[in-house]
């Protein structure tokens, strides 16, 4: 039973998805403190120096359109992080590990191909 939860455990798609989970976990964490902590003020500077980051209201119902801008630039900030930190290295890593196992059987045709010419050579030595 503990053999197959290793061999579960140790399946290529089970270890990504924990990897991204908590990679994509982080690195929300990360870039939504980078937004509260400068792009929300920032939009505040740009919108009329409000608290909430810019809003407007009609009837008397506020509407903090400056929390929704704030939440575009942080998932853009977020997609980009986890791309350029997560996927192109992986990505990377993935073509080394295929281009291996294609150096792997070219090197091993020509050792067959060198001993077919050994094999060769040993029965014409024979006759």
């Known amino acids: 039973m503990i053999k197959g939860f290793k061999d579960f455990m140790?399946?290529?798609?089970?270890?990504?998805?924990?990897?991204?989970?908590?990679?994509?976990?982080?690195v929300t964490a990360l870039v939504g403190s980078f937004g509260e902590a400068f792009i929300n003020p920032a939009?505040?500077?740009?919108?009329?120096g409000e608290e909430a980051g810019g809003s407007f209201a009609?009837?008397?119902?506020?509407?903090p359109y400056g929390l929704f801008l704030n939440g575009i630039v942080v998932?853009?900030?977020?997609?980009?992080?986890?791309?350029?930190?997560?996927?192109?290295?992986?990505n990377r890593l993935r073509e080394r590990m295929a281009a291996a196992p294609e150096e792997a059987e070219a090197e091993r045709e020509e050792q067959l191909v060198?001993?077919?010419?050994?094999?060769?050579l040993l029965r014409e030595r024979r006759l």
């Open 114 to 120: 060198l001993l077919e010419q050994i094999r060769d």
């Open 43 to 48: 939009i505040a500077l740009m919108t009329g």
């Open 75 to 90: 998932f853009v900030l977020t997609a980009a992080a986890v791309y350029f930190v997560v996927v192109v290295p992986f």
């Open 58 to 63: 009609v009837n008397g119902v506020e509407f």
């Open 10 to 26: 140790m399946r290529g798609n089970v270890v990504e998805l924990a990897v991204a989970v908590v990679m994509g976990a982080a």
